[in-house]
């Protein structure tokens, strides 16, 4: 057995310099949002990859009910059908959807149905938060996946379980909110940070040449509609979303370790510092020796273990200084410069880090 306690493989990425970027891509207007629908349905039309009634007996109970409100009575009858499954479905509602418009819903299985491909969902209505049928879904569903089974193996790939149906669902009511009579709105940014939203309100006041915008603190600009002079909040709204801004952002180094991958933004800073790696590899191997008793002698076999343990260093970098970096490309280059395996590069950034030397947020994912 070996263990070898190394690192693989990495992918460093510079992010580049940020440029302008419209309002409409760093806040969310507050109130102009979407909302989380769900319901509780039954699939239909499947190849035998349905639920298990013995184990989901949730589907017979669903299957029953909508049966019954179609006039068919099957009160006390036992019916074990495979080709139905018992389902989640889930959608967004967004913003200012009106009655009649379509929407997209994902449908999962909540029994132990092997696939929803091919299947049909019945009509199902969709539920908010508040208990109130916003949309009703209904129609073929396309499943992400694949699966085939036989006697002594089988198959899956993908997610067969899980499926869409593109403009499943049509809306049937319409939430409540008055935009039009709104005389302020909360402009509310994605990433909180003074700088961004100053000048978020620099330059709505500097587009309309008067002050409409104030900022309340790092993640909120509150808006002014009615100095704004627009016919309606909507013009408003559309004129202001098209402001571009340049955001200021924290200095971060975000490390995924699944992948070995690591994204250092433009304003990471490294202070002069000295780092030493190299890699240990321990090698174990069982090489167990049987011995036995002689001819007619009393005894019994009996394994003896023999392991032999060995223990390699590799000469790695030495000490080698890292020269204190002034921008990003200085920060990367000399990184590089020592000379280790990329994804090597994950631990030494830790190791800078908790020396006090990385002047960025680290974050592990």
Do not use: C
Request: cysteine-free; proline content about 4%.
């Amino acid at each position: 057995m070996i263990f070898r306690i190394a690192f693989i493989w990495l992918l460093t990425v510079a992010v580049a310099t940020a440029g302008p970027v419209r309002i409409k891509d760093l806040v969310d207007f507050d109130g102009v949002r979407g909302n989380d629908l769900v319901g509780y349905g039954l699939v239909v039309g499947l190849d035998g990859t349905g639920d298990g009634l013995r184990n989901a007996p949730f589907t017979e109970e669903i299957m029953s009910n909508i049966l019954e409100r179609l006039g068919v009575n099957v009160t006390g009858e036992q019916f074990r059908p495979k080709n139905v499954a018992a389902v989640f479905v889930t959608a967004a509602l967004p913003p200012f959807s009106r009655a009649g418009s379509q929407i997209d819903v994902t449908v999962s299985a909540i029994g132990d149905a092997k696939s929803l491909l091919g299947g049909t969902l019945v009509m199902t209505p969709l539920n908010a938060a508040d208990g109130q049928i916003y949309a009703v879904a209904q129609g073929t569903i396309i499943a992400g996946g694949a699966s085939a089974e036989g006697d002594g193996a089988s198959v899956t790939q993908g997610v067969p379980t899980s499926g869409v149906i593109p403009s499943g669902a049509r809306v049937e009511r319409e939430i409540d909110f008055a935009l039009s009579d709104l005389t302020s709105l909360r402009l509310a940014l994605r990433e909180a940070d003074f700088t961004t939203a100053a000048r978020i309100e620099q330059a709505i006041n500097n587009d309309f040449g008067r002050a409409v915008a104030a900022m309340l603190d790092s993640g909120t600009v509150n808006l002014d509609v009615t100095r704004t002079r627009m016919p309606s909040v909507a013009h408003a709204l559309g004129r202001i979303e098209n402001i571009t801004v340049e955001p200021e952002r924290k200095a971060r180094v975000v490390v995924d370790q699944r992948s070995g991958t690591i994204v250092m933004g433009e304003d990471v800073r490294i202070s002069r510092v000295a780092v030493s790696q190299g890699n240990l590899t321990l090698r174990i191997q069982e090489a167990p020796l049987v011995v036995q008793p002689n001819p007619f002698a009393e005894g019994q076999t009996v394994v003896v273990p023999r392991t032999q343990a060995q223990l390699e260093e590799d000469e790695g970098t030495g000490l080698a200084e890292v020269p204190e970096g002034a921008s990003l490309s200085e920060v990367v280059a000399g990184l590089n410069a020592l000379g280790v395996a990329p994804r090597d590069m994950i631990d030494i950034l830790k190791s800078i880090k908790a020396a006090g030397a990385l002047h960025a947020e680290f974050v592990v994912r």
